[in-house]
């Protein structure tokens, strides 16, 4: 609520910057608080239906952010996300209230510090970090410019371009699912990692390719980030296979999602990077491949690094 009322630069980002704070602390603690409240069976499931939430509420901005901008401006559509935030908390109280005693943490020994410190010495969880890292940085530089790319090389009107990049997004959550649905039938996390990230780069590969035609890229696109949601839900599943502790299960959803914060910043700038000196699209690809690489042999190496 007051990002909407800032009216200094300063003031703004300070108050993102509390947003963002937020944001965080949200989406450490909410999987862990789903890991324990559902039943042994049903945890994989859960975090399936948990990592649709960035798909989700990427497609909902992008498909009502032109309408509440044209009618109530930005100041308006920041009040609109926190109304909508307020509205979940008592929802979320009701529905944790007959779990209490199961969200109460584990016992943890030692400071909060000492024990991210124990979860950085662990390989396994800094190599899902940079997994789930490489992963966010091709999803957010392919969301973050496909819709300049819609306008640029396909000549999209970009009031065509938003709604196509909402439906594109809504593949991500279809595939956290299929993730999620995967995971029940026992196939091993890093094996869907490996896959995940190795097929959205060679996807990638085709969407800005001028050498395919317009259909195609578009169903690349979808294709990218549907297979990409294979990489963020399964390393979530892993928390509780490379947790030190179960006490330190948190802090290792923590460590994951700075991976995942460190791709937000860093994956658009680098693309944009390397298109800029290019001068071309082409380049792309060959940046995201590379990412894409960098993820499938985390994953790998990752499969020999127990608790």
């Known amino acids: 609520f007051r990002s909407a009322f800032a009216s200094a630069p300063n003031a703004l980002l300070a108050w993102r910057l509390v947003e963002g704070v937020g944001f965080i602390a949200v989406v450490v603690v909410a999987p ?36 509440v901008l044209d009618h109530w401006g930005w100041r308006g559509l920041w009040l ?55 992963y966010t ?26 709604p196509l990049v909402a439906l594109i997004a809504l593949g991500n959550a279809a595939g ?25 780069g060679c996807c ?17 696109a979808v294709g990218a980030v549907l297979v990409g949601a294979l990489v963020p839900i399964s390393v979530l599943a892993c928390a509780p296979l490379h947790a030190p502790t179960p006490a330190l299960i948190g802090s290792t959803n923590g460590l994951f999602m700075q991976g995942s914060n460190i791709g937000q910043l860093a994956g658009p ?12 699209w082409q380049a792309a690809p060959v940046v995201m491949l ?4 960098c993820g499938v042999l985390a994953a790998v190496v990752s499969r020999f690094c127990g608790r």
């Open 204 to 220: 990638l590969l085709g969407v800005f390719s001028p050498l395919v035609s317009e259909l195609t890229r578009l169903t690349l």
């Open 176 to 200: 956290a699912l299929l993730t999620s649905w995967l995971l029940q039938r026992g196939i091993a996390a890093w094996v869907l990692i490996v896959l995940g990230s190795g097929l959205m």
């Open 80 to 134: 609109t996300n926190g109304v909508l935030a307020a509205g979940l908390v008592p929802l979320v109280a009701l529905a944790s209230r007959p779990r209490a005693a199961a969200l109460r943490p584990a016992p943890a020994s030692g400071s909060p510090l000492a024990g991210f410190g124990v979860v950085l010495s662990r390989p396994g969880p800094v190599l899902l970090a940079v997994c789930f890292a490489s």
């Open 269 to 280: 700038p680098l693309v944009g990077f390397a298109v800029a000196s290019a001068g071309s």
């Open 32 to 67: 862990v608080m789903m890991f324990r409240v559902a039943g042994p069976r049903h945890n994989r499931l859960i975090f399936g239906v948990w990592g649709t939430y960035m798909a989700m509420g990427l497609a909902l901005i992008l498909f009502g952010a032109a309408t």
């Open 137 to 162: 940085i091709n999803f957010f530089a392919l969301m973050g410019f496909l819709p300049t790319f819609l306008v640029d090389s396909l000549g999209y009107e970009p009031v065509r371009a938003l």
């Open 290 to 293: 590379t990412i894409s690489g």
